[in-house]
């Protein structure tokens, strides 16, 4: 989790840092083709992780109790014009237990309704009712398979090379505070509150 425009100003102070060094360095004489090694191996390229996992996190927790806070002050309206209610959620730690949570509170009800559906041979619109669930129930189960690897990932980045961008321009010419892409300078409650959770509502879930 980054904010975006610390992520813009980070590419912006990688590119000036590499375009100053490649101005100042000296320009390498390369040998003629028959005399470069056959198996040379070019230099690797510096990676940028622009993350805040490894020097200052933000956990699910921070997002969850912003986001209540959130829509108590900020209730959302339903179609009828009334207060949609906050409900609490339900963290599991593992695609295997969110697994056993659905199939005892949604799997298998779902079953008994069909077999309720079959014994009535369809009648009272079990059936319709029935296949309409297992259509939801089967779309929340793809949603999970999609992205459950990435929410319940436990890796860290390093972003030891940023960090060490972050330095150079602070020891330098670049110390500015409008390019700033600090992750410790974060109030994770305060962004989250006044700029996430808002900007998700007004340009993604319109």
């Known amino acids: 989790q980054m904010p975006g425009d610390m992520v813009v100003n980070a590419m ?10 490649t101005r100042t360095s000296e320009p390498e004489k390369k040998p003629p ?5 056959p198996h040379s191996v070019p230099a690797a390229p510096t990676v940028y992780h622009v993350s805040s996992s490894l020097r200052h996190p933000a956990p699910y ?9 959130y829509f108590e002050e900020h209730p959302r309206v339903g179609p009828d014009g009334r207060p949609v209610r906050t409900r609490k959620v339900r963290f599991l730690g593992s695609i295997a237990a969110f697994h056993l949570f659905m199939v005892l509170k949604y799997r298998v ?22 296949h309409d669930l297992a259509r939801k129930y089967r779309f929340v189960m793809q949603l999970v398979d999609l992205y459950g ?3 319940l990932f436990k890796g860290c980045f390093d972003d030891v090379n940023l960090n060490k961008l972050r330095l150079a321009m602070a020891d330098g010419d670049h110390a500015d505070s409008a390019f700033n892409f600090d992750p ?7 962004y989250f509150f006044k700029v996430h959770i808002p900007g998700v509502m007004k340009y993604v879930h319109k």
């Not at 083709?33 to 090694?37: V, Y």
């Not at 410790?184 to 305060?190: F, G, R």
């Open 33 to 37: 083709p028959q005399q470069q090694h």
């Open 61 to 69: 927790a921070v997002l969850y109790r912003t986001g209540i806070r």
């Open 184 to 190: 410790k300078t974060i109030d994770w409650d305060d």
């Open 149 to 151: 690897p990435f929410s």
């Open 109 to 130: 009800p779902l079953e008994l309704l069909r077999l309720l559906s079959i014994l009535c041979c369809g009648l009272f619109g079990l059936a319709a009712l029935y």
């Open 12 to 21: 912006m102070a990688a590119t000036v840092a590499h375009a100053s060094s």
